[in-house]
């Protein structure tokens, strides 16, 4: 049953508790799985693959042929809807695209900056209980149009060593480059170390269970990586107009993600608070993940009942989700007040799936309150900045004095030679 809570009497910690509770030693787990790729190498790939997936594989890449009978074996339906995604999804990330920039300034200085993209970049998908080819297209589409030469998919294998129709389709839409079938720490390990079939890359991108996670965070420096990414949560922010079972409908939508996905309803209606708890009783037992959505709704679940909308917003901001659906009559009036989410949801008629699948913004977000400073899969997350700077000797010259002012200052010698050493011809 869901927990419900009055505004007036809910603590902070109430308000922000989300069970995201680690498996013990996960970290060192982690720590021997890396050390063992990094040893084994292609091996050590094949073994976990054994161990974990159940898959006695022979090769790990996925073979061109592999993935055009896939491609072949999905129906033409879904084929229209990977595509009508793809075309969404690409049309709202191409606006993110940045131009470089020169200023030219007196005296014959020029400073500017230059967008450059990450060469090589692993797209981590998950496997297990889920297969998500939405994924696919959110990872790899804005990773392509910021201009990634290569980009490898790594996605655990069944048992039989297949991987399923539908992952292999969505990377033939996104344009996905080379995919391998590994998963797990292992796969994160392969992407930043290589291995004799695995390439290294440069950034690793994608959500993960904790051993992912964990990985993720253990081989940052050696590569870049995205956002370490937590539990599935939503927040509906609702008013008295709503139907509950859509609300309902919604907050179970993540909640049959994972146990621990965090689903929360803030909103101004006693009657719309008690008929939703009611609907998720209902609803709950008509899922096919019936026992995960009916762990998530009793561990994190939460309705929150506040005075006014003022109120809940302030509730909204504070839980930072990672969704937010402003379910609400004007939901543009109180887009201005969200501070903190990492994707927002328009109105009555915008549920979060559609943000999940088809609507063109990324549905890889800042989750366990991260959307407090962070931000959603952008082209940006793959791409690179370099500044340039150009003086002309005279420019040089002018501010050769202030330059080493400034160095000496510091306590740095060489640095203020350096400039000097230009001119000494100059001096009398």
Same mark, same amino acid.
């Given at each position: 049953m869901i927990k419900q809570y009055r505004m007036a009497e809910i603590t902070p910690d109430q308000i922000l508790c989300r069970d995201i509770r680690n498996e013990k030693n996960v970290d060192a787990i982690v720590d021997g799985i890396i050390a063992d790729v990094r040893a084994r190498g292609d091996a050590a790939l094949l073994d976990y693959a054994k161990k974990f997936d159940h898959a006695e594989l022979t090769a790990l890449e996925v073979t061109k042929a592999e993935i055009d009978a896939a491609w072949e074996r999905t129906d033409d339906a879904f084929k229209s809807t990977l595509q009508l995604a793809a075309a969404n999804i690409r049309e709202f990330h191409r606006h993110q695209l940045h131009e470089n920039f020169m200023i030219t300034g007196k005296g014959g200085t020029m400073m500017g900056q230059r967008y450059l993209p990450i060469a090589r970049v692993g797209l981590y998908v998950p496997g297990g209980t889920a297969s998500y080819p939405s994924t696919v297209l959110m990872d790899a589409i804005p990773a392509k149009i910021a201009g990634v030469k290569t980009l490898c998919m790594v996605t655990p294998p069944a048992a039989d060593g297949s991987i399923p129709d539908a992952i292999l389709a969505a990377a033939h839409v996104a344009g996905v480059d080379r995919i391998f079938k590994t998963g797990g720490a292992q796969a994160v390990a392969a992407l930043a170390y290589g291995t004799e079939t695995v390439p290294a890359v440069d950034k690793v991108v994608g959500p993960g269970h904790l051993f992912v996670a964990a990985a993720t965070r253990q081989v940052f420096g050696m590569v870049a990586t995205d956002m370490i990414a937590g539990p599935s949560e939503i927040l509906v922010l609702a008013d008295e107009g709503c139907s509950a079972r859509?609300?309902?409908?919604?907050?179970?939508?993540?909640?049959?993600?994972?146990?621990l996905a965090t689903a929360v309803l803030v909103t101004t209606s006693e009657r719309l608070a008690k008929e939703t708890a009611e609907e998720l009783e209902r609803q709950i037992p008509l899922l096919p993940r019936a026992d995960i959505a009916r762990e998530s709704i009793d561990t994190n679940g939460k309705i929150i009942l506040c005075d006014?909308?003022?109120?809940? =917003?302030? =509730?909204?901001?504070?839980?930072?989700?990672?969704?937010?659906?402003?379910?609400?009559?004007d939901p543009f009036a109180l887009l201005d007040t969200i501070e903190n989410a990492g994707s927002v949801f328009m109105g009555r008629n915008v549920p979060e799936a559609l943000g999940d699948y088809l609507g063109g913004p990324n549905h890889t977000l800042p989750t366990s309150g991260t959307a407090r400073f962070s931000s959603p899969l952008?082209?940006?997350?793959? =791409?690179?900045?370099?500044?340039?700077l150009y003086y002309s000797r005279d420019a040089l010259k002018a501010v050769c004095g202030d330059v080493a002012r400034f160095a000496r200052r510091e306590g740095l010698e060489?640095?203020?030679?350096?400039?000097?050493?230009?001119?000494?011809e100059d001096r009398p």
């Open positions: 859509c609300v309902a409908a919604d907050m179970l939508s993540q909640a049959e993600h994972d146990r006014d909308l003022t109120e809940a =917003v302030k =509730v909204s901001n504070i839980i930072a989700p990672e969704h937010l659906e402003l379910c609400v009559e952008s082209v940006d997350d793959f =791409v690179k900045k370099s500044s340039y060489a640095h203020a030679r350096s400039i000097e050493s230009r001119f000494e």
